[in-house]
């Protein structure tokens, strides 16, 4: 009764099984549940032994030597018949067995509730002199590592890819906005004091359908220019600046610290899309979409991307990499273990680790990882190569 799993026998209780619903009863009171199963227990084992010195007796009288040998031999019957062999039974079919025993134990509760109710005031006494509460029929929740383990640990019955999704849904509440967003030197956007040709270009060959637009300033963003409201202006050939910022929409704001479980929930309330991220000084650090969320959740399941920027491992084992992209980005899509918990990109964490520009052609190994420099530019490292790790040896 106690080693059963009481999550199943929940779940077995909800579709209306009896048994279950009688083993969740009986658990709810462990007392009564405890003082029927051990009266009858010790009730049992004492009329044995009791019975055995009785048979001892009339067979060989008062012997010591008879009196020993038959308190050895029903030690022994009791420990292998009574104690060991169907604890261990019940311990290893626990799930199975507490249902089908639940049609015993409740009936001879009730018959002998007196008896048992008399056994627990003795034992309520003693527990009030020592100061110790029982907790009763409070729930027993799980702490979140505790479902982690459980999802990690019911590998064989969860697919794969589901168990990465609930993997990272315990992720959320740790990671913030500043860990998944686009660095500001890779974000695309407009300047709405350049020549209108020049925007047109730009808009002709970008790949996004939301642009940040700022003026003169990057950190000036003025607003989130929406490529499908521009579809009239361009077929009538009327877009200029003062065009263009009429159809700009409100910049949205959002602190780097703040949990990626959170933002989702601001995404949906203010009916938002894409947020840019600032510091406690107000400069901008990047940008988040609720697409990065939702990938970070459950994977890589679109791109708006190049094809050219996809990451995955050449037939040499290596792959080139820009200075830019995500540390999380890198050891989800590579399976690397690089670290998170200083620098968000490749190039801070080539840059922290040096503490120093890189020229290039340099080679260095950070958390296992062997990369070469092969590009570094305007103060930052460009373009890195990085090497699979070699297997571990058994």
Do not use: C
Not at 153 to 182: C, S
Not at 189 to 205: F, G, N, S, W, Y
Request: cysteine-free; overall charge negative.
């Amino acid at each position: 009764m106690m080693a059963a799993n009481r999550y199943r026998l929940r779940h077995l209780a909800k579709n209306r099984q009896k048994g279950a619903q009688l083993a969740l009863d009986l658990l709810g009171r462990t007392d009564k549940l405890l003082g029927i199963i051990l009266i009858f227990n010790n009730l049992i084992n004492a009329a044995a032994a009791t019975l055995v010195s009785v048979i001892t007796l009339e067979l060989f009288g008062e012997n010591k030597w008879a009196l020993g040998m038959g308190t050895l031999v029903v030690t022994f019957l009791i420990l292998v018949f009574s104690e060991i062999t169907p604890k261990v039974i019940g311990a290893s079919l626990a799930d199975r067995l507490a249902p089908l025993v639940s049609f015993v134990l409740t009936p001879l509760l009730r018959v002998f509730y007196f008896a048992v109710w008399f056994v627990n005031l003795f034992v309520s006494a003693l527990l009030w002199m020592i100061r110790l509460k029982p907790q009763g029929n409070q729930p027993h929740p799980l702490s979140a590592e505790e479902l982690r383990s459980l999802v990690l640990e019911a590998g064989h019955f969860i697919p794969k890819q589901h168990q990465r999704i609930l993997l990272n849904l315990f992720e959320l509440e740790r990671v913030t906005v500043e860990d998944i967003m686009t660095p500001r030197g890779t974000i695309e956007a407009i300047d709405i004091r350049a020549p209108v040709e020049h925007i047109k270009a730009q808009l002709a060959t970008s790949y996004h359908t939301r642009l940040p637009v700022y003026e003169e300033d990057p950190n000036n963003v003025v607003g989130i220019l929406h490529q499908r409201r521009l579809i009239a202006a361009l077929m009538d050939d009327e877009l200029d600046r003062d065009k263009l910022r009429e159809l700009l929409a409100k910049p949205y704001f959002v602190p780097a610290a703040t949990p990626i479980y959170s933002q989702l929930q601001f995404f949906q309330d203010n009916q938002q899309r894409m947020g840019l991220i600032v510091d406690e000084y107000g400069e901008l650090l990047g940008l988040v979409t609720l697409e990065d969320i939702i990938e970070e959740i459950i994977g890589k399941f679109t791109t708006s991307v190049p094809a050219s920027a996809e990451l995955e491992w050449g037939e040499d084992g290596s792959v080139m990499v820009e200075g830019t992209r995500s540390l999380r980005e890198l050891n989800r899509r590579l399976d690397l273990n690089l670290p998170l918990d200083g620098p968000k990109t490749l190039n801070g964490l080539i840059l922290e680790h040096f503490r120093d520009i890189p020229e290039t052609g340099v080679s260095v190994k950070i958390a296992d990882v062997p990369m070469e420099i092969i590009q570094t530019q305007d103060r930052m490292v460009r373009m890195v190569r990085l090497y699979r790790r070699p297997p571990e040896r058994s």
